[in-house]
Structure formats: structure tokens, C-alpha cells
């Protein structure tokens, strides 16, 4: 039997690093992408010390760009399949709104967004031919849940779910499963590295100063509980393995709860509640 190939976006660190590792012990063929192959690294030498290099490859792409699209149709098109495309590349942008310039909610929907829709443009048409395949969009909690000081970050995964929903449906009279994970809070580099937007929120002249400085005590404080990224990886190497994968799968302690709440409440007590968790 043929091994799957699985196709990650933002392999080099987080939950993608260890999803190419989670899929490669499974002996699947892991096509490693990521923006700058050099941050690769990494990656190449934990592979090669739990054996399972010869499973992975590093291939460069950035997301946003027509060209590195282009050239991932012509890699794709000589390995001939992709089996499982996972959209995990992403950042995280923080901010108040007011003072988030627009070329920066761009940069952030361009990425998180249109760039996930441009890979799977790329592979559909090999998943159609070959008659069946799966693809998994890396969402968040903050894809249904919006957040005071998180707008670009949270847009795009709300962006990305509604997305997601219309393609499942497209895609299911192809056997194409769409299938969408919403992490909680985990310890990955995701605002360390992804914090490209300019928060002037930051600045003792800014309005939203003191509000700005609630919200990253909150962050702080309770970044100490954040989960092991691990799980998410290997709970994504169950979805793959699943004959009928459900839309949404939900991972973190305390995230299946909140959205909940979130669902459940008059809006006037969640955000009673939201603001009162703040301060």
C-alpha cells in the first residue's frame, strides 16, 4: 500500500514542527513546508534522532505569495498525490482597533486567511483526481470566541471557520472531509513570533493604555496553564486516521466549556462576565 502524504503549512515550529513529527513516526510522507527552510533546522536534527528524517521533507513556501504557490503546484505535481493538507501556517496579531493601521488586518487576513485558501486551491484538483483526501484548518478558540485587544488574530479564524463550513459542504460529494481544530490556549511560539502588528497600545499615550495592560497580565498569568502542544499534534494524527471525521474538534482544558458558555449566555452576561475576568 502507498504511503499518505501529508502537506504542513508553518512546519518549522509549534504545532506544526511536531505534527511532521507526529506523522512521521506514523510513516507517512511529511512534506515539511515553511516560509524560510533554514528555520528547518530544528526540525531536521529532533527527526533524525528519533529516526524518522527519511520520512520528512523540507520544502520552502510563503503562503502570501503567488509565486511560492506556483512553485509548490510544480513540486506536487511530480509526487503526484497529497492525501492530507493541514493549514496551520499562522500569527497571531494584537492590538486595539483604532489603532491598528489597515495594511496590517491585510497582512494578518493574507496569511491566516487567503493564504490558507491558496494552498488549497493548489491541492484540490490532485485530491479530486485521485477520489478522495482530507483537509484540516488549524482554527482556534478564537474563532468563535472574539476578544477585547486580539481583532486581527480573531477576525482571520473567524474568517477561516465560516470558510471552512461552505468547503466542507463543497467538498463533500468529492469524499473531501473538511475538518476544523480549535486549539485553546497551548505554549507554542505564536505571539512570541507572530507579533508583526505595531500595538500602540503599549504606549502610556495611547487611550487604550491601562485597558492594554489588563489584557497582557491576563495573558501572562495564565499563560503559566497552558496545555502541551503535543496533545494537539497527536490528537491531529487521530482526526487523520478517522474514517468519518466530525467539522469541529475542539482541544485545551476548559475550551469546549467556554465556547459553551459563550453560546449559551445573553450576550449582556458574557460580556459582563469577560470584563469583570479582566480586571
Not at 515550529?13 to 527552510?37: C, H, I, N, P, W
Not at 471557520?161 to 468547503?167: D, T
Request: proline fraction near 4%; glycine fraction near 8%.
Amino acid at each position: 500500500m502507498e504511503k499518505q502524504v501529508v502537506l504542513i503549512t508553518g512546519a518549522n515550529g509549534g504545532f506544526g514542527q511536531l505534527m511532521a513529527l507526529e506523522f512521521a513516526k506514523e510513516d507517512y510522507t511529511v512534506l515539511a513546508s515553511m516560509r524560510d527552510t533554514k528555520k528547518g533546522k530544528q526540525l531536521i536534527d529532533i527527526a533524525t534522532d528519533m529516526e524518522v528524517i527519511s520520512n520528512i521533507e523540507i520544502i520552502s513556501l510563503d503562503i502570501t505569495s503567488a509565486q511560492s504557490i506556483e512553485n509548490l503546484k510544480i513540486i506536487l505535481q511530480n509526487i503526484g498525490q497529497v492525501d492530507l493538507l493541514i493549514n496551520n501556517a499562522g500569527y497571531a496579531g494584537a492590538g486595539f482597533s483604532e489603532e491598528i493601521p489597515i495594511e496590517e488586518y491585510q497582512l494578518q487576513m493574507e496569511t491566516n486567511f487567503f493564504g490558507a485558501i491558496r494552498v488549497t486551491q493548489c491541492v484540490l484538483p490532485l485530491m479530486r483526481k485521485k477520489g478522495k483526501g482530507m483537509i484540516i484548518n488549524m482554527s482556534s478558540i478564537s474563532g468563535e470566541i472574539g476578544f477585547p485587544g486580539l481583532s486581527p488574530y480573531v477576525s482571520s479564524k473567524f474568517a477561516l471557520e465560516g470558510w471552512s463550513e461552505g468547503l466542507r459542504l463543497e467538498l463533500a460529494p468529492f469524499s473531501i472531509p473538511v475538518i476544523l481544530v480549535e486549539p485553546g490556549s497551548f505554549q507554542t511560539n505564536i505571539w512570541t513570533t507572530g507579533k508583526k502588528v505595531t500595538v500602540k497600545s503599549t504606549l502610556s499615550s495611547s487611550p487604550y493604555f491601562s485597558y492594554m495592560k489588563q489584557l497582557d497580565t491576563y495573558l501572562q498569568r495564565n499563560r503559566k496553564k497552558d496545555g502541551d502542544p503535543i496533545k494537539v499534534a497527536k490528537k491531529v494524527v487521530e482526526i487523520a486516521q478517522t474514517k468519518h471525521p466530525k467539522l469541529r474538534y475542539v482541544i485545551g482544558k476548559g475550551t469546549r466549556s467556554t465556547i459553551l458558555l459563550k453560546n449559551m449566555l445573553p450576550w449582556k452576561w458574557w460580556e459582563k462576565i469577560v470584563l469583570f475576568i479582566l480586571k
